[in-house]
């Protein structure tokens, strides 16, 4: 019973097939290959985008925190949630590559920031002149930290809050396809038609061995992103085999159907713990993400039996009451089977 993180599944077959393909032979390094042109083509037909800059790294740190790094200044602020994970999970990699700029932190329920919410911070941000920090860019996780997904109204509203200041909008998905599957609209109306000027687009979570795409909306920026990822060591000599992922990854529909299946998990997992005396959810299930809160009686039973899963958002102490309620976070990716997910909820009843 694999609950920890989407991060901890293999690779799905076709990915792996993709990427034996592009084994083949010698071809152009640094991204002139055709492999690498294919999966550009790709993703600008699925977001409607035939102008765009896509570019290819291995983490979504990377993705980020250079994607911070062209939106932004040393001198100005990344407006984003609490528990956005460029703010959490980062280690300081957004600052450190724009060379120091600030994460000014925004309220939000659930892990999503509101417009209003936005509104306020940025309207109180940067006015005192040259002792203050300045604004700079927005940027927002969908899915959420939390689990739960911005619609494309509430992208638009939390851009259009963005551009009245003339801000622009970053978007971290590394679980965009988990939203997709979810929300049922195109990749375009969840991006660039809500007002997102560049994309972290996530594979890694989804079945992918370790690729992320920035998908650039506006290709004046793609330069210095370019010179970025360069000097920041990103940059792969034989990116063929990070294209050849989201290659395979974008075809025939299988990232949104690996995503459906571990959001179709996860709304099944927390159905079942809803389905327990005194059980709780932590925030509302929307994608692949469960935040649950058990007796300790309960987490023990499961950690006897295997399961792996974290607690949330910190361990709690080794002894306690057995109907202590302690919260966990349980993630279930495209691999999780039904039978896992019974398994695990045979023993908690």
């Not at 694999?2 to 901890?8: E, G, V």
């Not at 005194?278 to 809160?293: I, Q, R, W, Y």
Request: charged share 15%; hydrophobic share 45%.
């Amino acid at each position: 019973m694999h609950f920890a993180s989407d991060n901890t599944s293999g690779v799905a077959p076709q990915i792996m097939a993709a990427l034996n393909a592009a084994n083949a032979g010698h071809v152009p390094s640094y991204g002139a290959d055709a492999v690498s042109e294919a999966a550009v083509a790709r993703i600008r037909t699925l977001f409607e985008a035939p102008e765009a800059a896509v570019y290819f790294v291995a983490t979504g740190t990377a993705a980020n925190a250079l994607s911070c790094a062209i939106l932004t200044r040393p001198w100005q602020a990344v407006f984003c949630h609490r528990e956005a994970h460029i703010e959490v999970d980062e280690c300081g990699a957004p600052e450190f590559f724009t060379d120091g700029a600030k994460l000014v932190l925004v309220e939000g329920e659930h892990g999503r920031m509101s417009a209003g919410a936005l509104m306020q911070t940025i309207a109180t941000t940067g006015p005192g002149g040259v002792h203050h920090i300045q604004r700079g860019m927005v940027s927002l996780t969908n899915a959420t930290e939390a689990g739960t997904l911005y619609a494309p109204d509430s992208v638009g509203e939390i851009a259009a809050v963005a551009q009245a200041y003339g801000l622009p909008v970053h978007m971290d998905g590394s679980r965009f396809a988990n939203a997709l599957a979810a929300l049922g609209c195109t990749p375009a109306e969840l991006s660039w038609k809500a007002g997102v000027d560049v994309l972290s687009l996530g594979g890694t979570k989804n079945g992918c061995m370790g690729v992320e795409a920035v998908v650039i909306f506006d290709p004046e920026r793609a330069w210095e992103f370019e010179l970025r990822r360069k000097r920041a060591g990103h940059l792969f000599s034989k990116s063929r085999f990070l294209a050849a992922q989201m290659l395979g990854y974008l075809g025939g529909g299988l990232w949104l159907e690996m995503a459906g299946h571990a959001n179709a998990m996860a709304a099944r997992l927390s159905e079942g713990i809803l389905g327990v005396p005194g059980a709780s959810l932590l925030h509302p299930t929307e994608a692949n993400e469960v935040f649950a809160v058990l007796p300790r009686l309960v987490h023990a039973r499961l950690r006897k039996a295997g399961a792996e899963y974290y607690f949330w958002p910190d361990d709690p102490a080794p002894e306690g009451p057995a109907d202590e309620m302690i919260a966990a976070r349980f993630v279930c990716s495209w691999a999780t089977t039904g039978a896992e997910v019974d398994t695990f909820l045979s023993l908690i009843r």
